[in-house]
């Protein structure tokens, strides 16, 4: 049975007033602050409370406080649409992707939009390149602020458009029984942020809400997600971001920005990171008293010269007027008609093999996919950067990741069908 659109309202007044300066706002816990948050997904705050909930967080900064933006996002996915984890278990093994470190789990690279660059769109389609060798759960939707969201290009590629609505929750193993790729549209798998979305529009400040997306990946099952890479807008944030992403549950992720504020690894110049991982030396015990590695996060600097690519101003990486211009740019890519010096080419190979590397496959001491010699040198982090770059090249001109955009192109129109 369908659930009501509307739940009887909940007075959050005396939270608000809490909330309304500085020293009493820090002694709001992140349980009480993503409770009230989760009223807004059973349309159960009045619109004068949300959105003096969100002024109130961004004024105090709380929106960016580690804790609460873990316990928020906790809230978004506990919402959002619940996938069947045993079935989807079952594929993944039978996939069989395991490769050097990477043991075949689901990966995700998303960025928080909002850098103003409108660049072309990179982690999108570095998503649908990683395909080719790892099981990519791309979280995305329309934009809110850039010319073309993640939604748009898929939704404009030709000459067949995947029916990204039909990667529901049901549906969820079966595509991943037929390809690699998986799209989960935001508007398909959060129904209940259709209540917020009239009020968002009307605080004229990035609130929360801007920030929680690429944390409420609602494939959230640690056991199944295994690495993520998420590029935020400005360098201040990123370890904010870090310590969520720790809080939450990931063991193996990458916080990134380019220091032009870029929520990407930059083609132009240097990146900051925030390296989420396993620590090699120390251990902590878990609730079941089991021995487990300790979680830790380490910073670093990527530049493109540690992929052994030349560095481009990011005016040449401009996307196209819109959506269908950028939909175009995507197939060429994937079809490997663009030169291979081309500067938006290299923005994407850059961000795919960061995905690649941070997988953990690029440890392999030989490649199942190519019989290209493996690159062992090490770089910032102690990663094989050039090898993620080498073997984000075999996805292009393999032709493997345009098997499985395609794959995903059909098995969406099956379904919608």
């Not at 079966?174 to 037929?178: A, F």
């Not at 209540?195 to 968002?200: D, G, H, Y």
């Not at 490649?367 to 910032?380: A, I, N, Q």
């Given at each position: 049975m369908a659930q009501p659109?509307h739940?009887p309202?909940?007075s959050i007044?005396?939270?608000?007033k809490?909330?309304?300066t500085?020293?009493?706002a820090?002694?709001?816990s992140?349980?009480e602050?993503?409770a009230?948050?989760?009223?807004v997904f059973?349309?159960?705050i009045?619109?004068v ?13 709380q929106d960016h406080?580690p804790?609460v933006?873990?316990a928020c ?5 506990g919402?959002a649409?619940?996938?069947d984890t045993?079935?989807?278990r079952q594929v993944?093994?039978q ?14 690279i998303?960025g928080?939009?909002?850098d ?5 769109n990179?982690s ?8 080719a060798?790892l099981?990519?759960?791309?979280h ?9 969201g993640?939604?748009?290009?898929l939704?404009?590629a ?7 609505a ?7 193993p ?5 390809t690699n790729y998986?799209?989960l ?5 959060h129904p209940g942020?259709r ?6 529009k009307?605080?004229?400040v990035r609130?929360?809400?801007n920030?929680l ?5 609602p494939v959230?099952d ?8 998420l590029g935020?807008?400005?360098c201040?944030i990123g ?6 992403l720790r809080?939450?549950?990931a ?11 870029l929520d990407?690894?930059s083609?132009a ?14 251990t902590?015990m878990?609730?079941?008293?089991e021995?487990e ?6 910073e670093?600097?990527?530049t493109p010269?540690?992929?052994g690519l ?6 040449s ?7 269908g211009?950028?939909?175009e740019i995507?197939?060429?890519i ?11 080419l290299h923005f994407?190979l850059l961000?795919?093999a960061?995905l690649?590397?941070?997988?953990g496959?690029?440890e392999a001491?030989s ?14 982090g102690g990663?094989?950067?050039r090898?993620g770059l ?7 001109e ?10 995903f192109v059909?098995?969406t129109n099956?379904?919608?069908?």
């Open positions: 659109d739940h309202t909940v007044a005396p939270l608000l809490r909330l309304s500085l020293n009493s820090r002694q709001v992140a349980h602050i993503a009230a948050v989760a009223l059973t349309n159960s009045s619109p409370h949300f959105a003096l909930l969100l002024w109130a967080l961004h004024t105090t900064g406080s804790e933006l873990a996002a906790a809230s978004m996915r919402a649409a619940q996938v045993a079935a989807l993944v093994r996939k069989a992707k395991a490769e050097g470190a990477y043991r075949g789990g689901l990966c995700d998303v928080t939009g909002g103003g660059h409108n660049t072309y990179v999108t389609t570095a998503s649908i390149l990683a395909s060798s099981l990519i759960a791309k995305g939707n329309n934009s809110s602020t850039s010319l073309s993640s939604a748009d290009l939704q404009h030709k000459p067949t458009a995947p029916q990204i039909a990667t529901t929750a049901q549906n969820l079966h595509i991943y029984s037929r998986a799209f549209y935001a508007r398909e798998w942020m209540f917020a979305a009239a009020t968002r009307e605080v004229p609130t929360i809400f920030l997306g690429p944390l409420a990946n959230h640690t056991k199944l997600v295994e690495a993520r890479v935020v807008a400005r201040s370890p904010h971001f870090a310590e969520a809080l939450s549950g063991r193996k992720a990458l916080v990134v920005c380019g220091e032009e504020d990407e690894v083609c110049g240097p990146t900051r990171c925030w390296y989420i991982h396993e620590s090699h030396s120390k902590t878990n609730e079941e008293g021995e590695k300790e979680i830790v996060i380490d670093f600097v990527l010269e540690d992929f030349p560095r481009h101003p990011l005016s990486v401009h996307g196209g007027k819109g959506p211009e950028n939909a995507l197939m060429k994937l079809r490997n008609e663009l030169p291979r010096d081309h500067p938006v994407v961000n795919t960061v690649l590397t941070l997988s496959i690029c001491q490649s199942s996919g190519d019989d290209g010699p493996v690159l062992t040198e090490r770089g910032p990663l094989r950067w090898e080498r073997r984000a090249r075999w996805c292009v393999s032709g493997e990741a345009l098997r499985q955009w395609e794959g059909a098995v099956e379904l919608a069908s």
